[in-house]
């Protein structure tokens, strides 16, 4: 390899980890947009809404280079929209019950379930000290799950779903860079996302479950949605630019970053700080991930 590949490939890491960085800094803020609104608009409409706006802001990008073309790879999107709607209504769920710090360091069994998806199903080589290292990562999360499931119950294991829809997604987010534009990419993940809410909300709704009945919000609620749709369009789009650069598993410890903003979050917002026992299973899923990520 020559002096200037490898400067080049040295840059895209940086930038990478850099687009990363950024976008787990800024998305906790549509987990605390989403708790606030929680007591007057019920979780599955707040994940349309997510949707909603996310293909409202995109269609001018969209139009403006020519329309979507329906290619091969349309079951592909179908499929990453599916998953993260799911994931972000099993996430949204939660936050009913569970503090944000919480809720977010469950989540984080998501890297490691990409690990071994970025092995099996992208090539990625995982040696078998990766694979003790997220052998105890899962050990850590199972630390924080314990005490909330004695206080929440089921709702607990929620983020736990939520994190490998995550890390499906992830995957299938790497495969999608080889050949398509971020602006399309989101595009579809946000129509096809909004697909699977509309139905649920429709199907929810004729069966009168709790989180899929919709309300009409107040304007200054609309406005937090649309601020919460604007967040996550940003910091997905970061996320994509970040793995087109060093792919899914090399970012994917960087998720962890998420804590810092949610923990802040939580405890100016709500009141919520994590006690030591949940402390002690972030400590060892970071230092896991951490050294997955070494």
Known sequence: MSSSQTATSAKDVQHGLLLMALAMLILPGIDAITKHLLDWVPSGQIA????????????PFILRHGGLRVGRRLWVHAARGILIAVGTLMFFTSLNSLPLA???????IGPFILTLLSAVFLGERVGWRRLLAVAVGFCGALLVIRPSFEIFGPVSLLPAGAAFTYACYMALTRWLTKGDSVAVMQFYNGVFGGLTM???LWLGGEAEVAIFTPVWPTVTQWLWLAALGVIATLGHWLIVLAVRRVGAGMVAPLQYLEIVGATILGLVFFGDFPDSTTWFGVTIIVGSGLYVFY
């Not at 919480?102 to 984080?108: E, H, K, R, T």
Request: proline share 0%; net charge neutral.
């Open 102 to 108: 919480d809720a977010i360091s469950i989540f984080f």
């Open 198 to 200: 509309s139905v649920a």
């Open 48 to 59: 349309w809404s997510r949707f909603f706006f996310q293909i409202l802001f995109l269609l």
